[in-house]
């Protein structure tokens, strides 16, 4: 008999995932039918459960988690004591994450923004361009998907450095570590990218004592998540000139509230948490061979530390 792994996903995509679960030999049920089935479940793929939802489940062995984050797991009664949690890491979702990453700093370096301003006002100003090798991205949170956005973009040429908690070998990219080296990063980094998980220590680090140590005019790309940043401090920060422009994908609340500032702000650009998106026809394989890993008694990769929070 095959093995079963309940489904809660977002964009409403359960039949893709159960065509690539097949292939695999796994049956997968949508989660509105745990009911029927809470007996058979040895397997959940999860995006934002309701409380109590996955202890119901007598029988579940591993949760995996829909996204790379698994903040959407951490809070009570989420995830079942003892169970382990295995985190999204797959190539599609780097190279999404790439894409996004790479197009909004190109962007920004070469000024697009201001040429589309110029185009609506019939403005023909040709601007000196700056080279990718003078100018530095920081990325804040060199793990998986930091480490590959730093990767592309020092192909391009630009400085490339990075934080995180622990050191870092990336190819050309200068690692800091920790609270004492975060003043020196900043001080150097004209494109803050921002890719850490949120944890307790990560909340709200994107601040004004944060954002006031970058170079004036920096840029500001968050793709991490939106509670990392406060917001009344990036605004002022906006407002004030000492960030010239910021992409954000992610926001404190979502969907972005209609009587958000972000909206209508002139050098504010926002995306609707689509920055990458886990595909089933690309993700299907990663459950199901860490799935095949614990069949066998292997080790399953990518397992989330939630106590630590990602
Ligand atoms: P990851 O591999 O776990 O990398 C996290 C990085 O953050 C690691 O380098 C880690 O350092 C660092 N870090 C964590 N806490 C820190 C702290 N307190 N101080 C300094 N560094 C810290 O995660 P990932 O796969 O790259 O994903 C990162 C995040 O991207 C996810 O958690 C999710 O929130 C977000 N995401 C967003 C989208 C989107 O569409 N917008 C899509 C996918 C993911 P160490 O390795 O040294 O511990
Ligand atoms: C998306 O936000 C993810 O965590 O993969």
């Not at 299907?284 to 399953?300: C, S």
């Amino acid at each position: 008999m095959s093995d079963v792994i309940l489904v809660k996903s977002d964009f409403d995509r359960f039949s893709e995932w159960e065509d690539e679960f097949r292939k695999h030999d796994i049956q997968a049920i949508p989660w509105d039918d745990m009911a029927q089935h809470c007996e058979t479940v040895k397997y959940a793929l999860v995006w934002q459960p309701e409380p109590g939802a996955l202890a119901s489940l007598p029988n579940l062995e591993v949760i995996f988690s829909v996204g790379a984050g698994v903040d959407h797991l951490k809070g009570e009664g989420l995830v079942p004591a003892g169970i382990p949690v295995v985190r999204m890491v797959e190539d599609s979702l780097t190279a999404g994450m790439v894409e996004y990453i790479v197009y909004n700093v190109l962007r920004f370096h070469r000024e697009m923004p201001v040429y589309e301003r110029d185009q609506a006002n019939q403005i023909w100003k040709p601007r000196v361009q700056q080279s990718a090798w003078g100018r530095t991205a920081g990325i804040l949170g060199l793990g998986v998907l930091g480490s590959a956005a730093a990767a592309a973009l020092r192909r391009l040429k630009f400085n490339v450095i990075g934080w995180s908690r622990t050191e870092k070998q990336v190819r050309g990219v200068t690692s800091y570590v920790g609270q004492n080296q975060l003043g020196i990063f900043l001080q150097k980094t004209e494109f803050l990218v921002i890719l850490l998980p949120l944890t307790d220590a990560t909340h709200g680090i994107v601040n004004q004592t944060l954002l006031q140590q970058l170079p004036r005019g920096a840029f500001v790309i968050n793709a991490g998540r939106g509670p990392l940043v406060r917001d009344q401090d990036l605004l002022a920060a906006l407002d004030q000139g000492q960030v010239a422009a910021a992409a954000l994908d992610v926001f404190n609340q979502e969907p972005l509230p209609p009587q958000s500032p972000y909206w209508k702000h002139p050098a504010v650009t926002i995306t609707p948490h689509v920055a990458s998106i886990t595909l089933p026809v690309t993700s299907a394989h990663h459950v199901a061979d860490n799935i095949q890993r614990h069949r066998e008694g292997k080790p399953l990769t990518h397992l989330a530390d939630l106590s630590r929070g990602y």
